[in-house]
Nanobody, 129 residues
Framework: QVQLVESGGGLVQAGASLRLSCVAAGRTFSNYAMGWFRQAPGKEHEFVAAISRSGRNTFYGDSVQGRFTISRDNAKNTVYLQMDSLKPEDTAAYYC??????????????????????WGQGTQVTVSS
């Protein structure tokens, strides 16, 4: 099993950048596809980005395409979300999530909440106008 802890959130102005980190405790991190979701008050979870276990395949939600970049460092058991050109609409609690995947399905990048089985506690991102 893997436990996930997010960090890096904060309060910034529109147009600023933030980098979120998600550190996994465990020895199986390299076997996990990882993703980021976000949830604003009163709204459902929204898919943000995902990355395959190798890091060679990524996918982004339409609302963040071109502004956010997901990456991972398996040696550090960490996945990152670089957020640029932040907008007030990006304000939400951001959660990282993981799911184990076989090496031969590295091309698969899960984009649905139900595909993940491990979740972090979340980190708050607030973007002012």
């Amino acid at each position: 099993q893997v436990q996930l802890v997010e960090s890096g959130g904060g309060l910034v102005q529109a147009g600023a950048s933030l980098r979120l980190s998600c550190v996994a405790a465990g020895r199986t991190f390299s076997n996990y596809a990882m993703g980021w979701f976000r949830q604003a008050p009163g709204k459902e979870h929204e898919f943000v980005a995902a990355i395959s276990r190798s890091g060679r395949n990524t996918f982004y939600g339409d609302s963040v395409q071109g502004r956010f970049t997901i990456s991972r460092d398996n040696a550090k058991n960490t996945v990152y979300l670089q957020m640029d050109s932040l907008k007030p609409e990006d304000t939400a609690a951001y959660y990282c999530a993981g799911v184990p995947r076989a090496y031969y399905t590295d091309y698969l990048v899960p984009r649905e909440k139900g595909e993940y089985d491990t979740w972090g506690q979340g980190t708050q991102v607030t973007v002012s106008s």
